[in-house]
């Protein structure tokens, strides 16, 4: 990687966010490069975030992203990577998805503008019915951010590239609030003035629009470069718990892989018998190995590296009672409730298997264990999430508790954060514990038994 193109990068960024005007900007980018690679955009906005020095905070580089992602229009290099185009793997159904959110775009944009022409007064209420249906297809592109949130960015900051989640992340926030807004206006019709719904839908549409560019012309190529196939085939299976955009993978990706096993089975085969041993009569023990050298052969020994197998089923001592790591894990996953460990290095460490992850309150992946806290969250509400841990881990409180209705899930959800401390008292993390309660606030009697 050019450091020196990527400071010629930074600087003309920082001279964007210092006023210079977007023409200017654009006529330097364009004597320095005629093709940048989206690595080299993911390394100028983390280094241009991480400097102290050039006055550009996280909050600049996202209200500038649309002007960044038109800087670097039709100039970033595109990359080649096999079965992309594969209809399971990941990059093809996320760009189908963005084709369909598109089709819906221009459907809701048909709906509105007949819903203005006078001669269709009389069909107002089936554009209506029409409009909204179109609003809920539209709608599902919260799902397809969600993949892109929940299972590529922990791969990306994995790889050292955190700086785009974050912008990318909170613009995602921004376009859900304005969908919000406009189908609030959708859902008020007739009432409300059609010109009002029809502004709002343009102010997301624009958002929305820059979003798939940014997402297809950037992100993906960051993606494509550093990538493993390993990493796309995660991405494809933990995929349909989190859910697809108006379509769905049209078959299952399942790439060639070479076996090697054959191959190291032969290789690795060790002599064991005297017949090949050369006719050599000699017994060999556990812990020694027969040595071929030019001046003949040779017996060593060792003692060799046991190693020992985690016993599951055999219990093992806790503060009251005894239980085998089979049974805890049972107990766990039998808990009615959502369970989520982060250790007092703020990594997510472990959460239980209550319910699938599509029925989850607050969905949990494999995907995010091993990640910093703080980056499973989105940028909205980090200040919260960093200001709950501070007073737990400071002893301030021993749990902070909140409570909230969910129409979309049609459930009263309590969630509940415990400090986590040892018999000497050190800090050693939190433990989030997720239910709805929504069943024990409709008891209607003071007793009830079932048997």
């Not at 040595?291 to 001592?317: L, N, S, Y």
């Not at 881990?393 to 040892?422: C, H």
Request: glycine residues 4%.
């Amino acid at each position: 990687m050019d450091t020196n193109r990527i400071d010629i990068l930074k600087n003309i960024l920082i001279d964007l966010h210092q006023g210079a005007s977007q023409e200017s900007v654009q006529e330097r980018f364009n004597q320095h490069f005629k093709g940048v690679s989206a690595l080299e955009i993911s390394l100028m906005e983390h280094e241009l975030m991480s400097d102290e020095h050039s006055g550009v905070t996280f909050e600049d580089v996202m209200e500038l992203c649309d002007v960044h992602a038109n800087l670097f229009k039709n100039a970033v290099e595109g990359v080649e990577v096999d079965d992309t185009e594969h209809p399971g793997h990941p990059v093809y159904v996320f760009k189908q998805e963005n084709l369909a959110l598109r089709g819906a775009l221009m459907r809701i944009r048909r709906i509105l503008d007949n819903y203005a022409n006078p001669e269709n007064a009389g069909f107002q209420k089936d554009i209506i019915k029409g409009l909204k249906h179109q609003m809920r297809l539209l709608g599902e592109f919260r799902c397809h951010y969600k993949r892109k949130e929940e299972l590529m960015f922990p791969i990306m900051e994995a790889y050292g590239h955190d700086s785009p989640p974050r912008v990318m992340w909170g613009v995602d926030d921004e376009i859900r609030e304005l969908f919000k807004q406009v189908q609030d206006l959708v859902d008020q019709l007739p009432s409300v003035d059609i010109a009002k719904v029809n502004e709002a839908f343009e102010a997301f549409a624009e958002e929305f629009e820059q979003m798939i560019f940014k997402e297809e012309s950037i992100l993906l190529m960051i993606l494509l470069e550093i990538f493993t196939q390993d990493d796309w085939l995660k991405i494809a299976r933990e995929s349909e718990a989190v859910g697809y955009a108006i379509v769905k993978p049209e078959e299952e990706w399942i790439p060639h892989r070479e076996s090697f096993e054959t191959a190291k089975a032969e290789t690795e085969a060790v002599p064991t018998s005297e017949t090949e041993l050369q006719g050599q009569s000699l017994s060999l023990e556990e812990g020694q190995q027969v040595i071929d050298t030019p001046e003949g052969q040779f017996t060593i020994t060792f003692t060799p590296k046991k190693k020992t197998a985690i016993d599951r089923t055999t219990p093992q001592p806790f503060t009251h009672g005894y239980l085998s790591l089979e049974q805890a894990n049972l107990i766990f996953d039998h808990l009615p409730l959502e369970i989520t460990f982060v250790n007092k290095d703020d990594i997510f460490q472990y959460y239980n298997n209550h319910v699938p992850a599509k029925d989850m309150i607050f969905k949990r992946l494999p995907s995010q264990i091993g990640r910093n806290v703080e980056l499973c969250h989105p940028p909205k509400v980090l200040d919260k999430v960093k200001k709950v841990f501070e007073v737990l881990r400071t002893g301030q409180k021993d749990k902070v508790e909140m409570w909230f209705p969910s129409e979309r899930l049609g459930k009263f959800v309590y969630v509940t954060y415990a400090a986590v401390r040892d018999d000497a008292g050190e800090f050693q993390g939190v433990l989030e514990y997720v239910q709805d309660i929504k069943p024990f606030r409709e008891l209607d009697s003071e007793i009830h038994r079932d048997v």
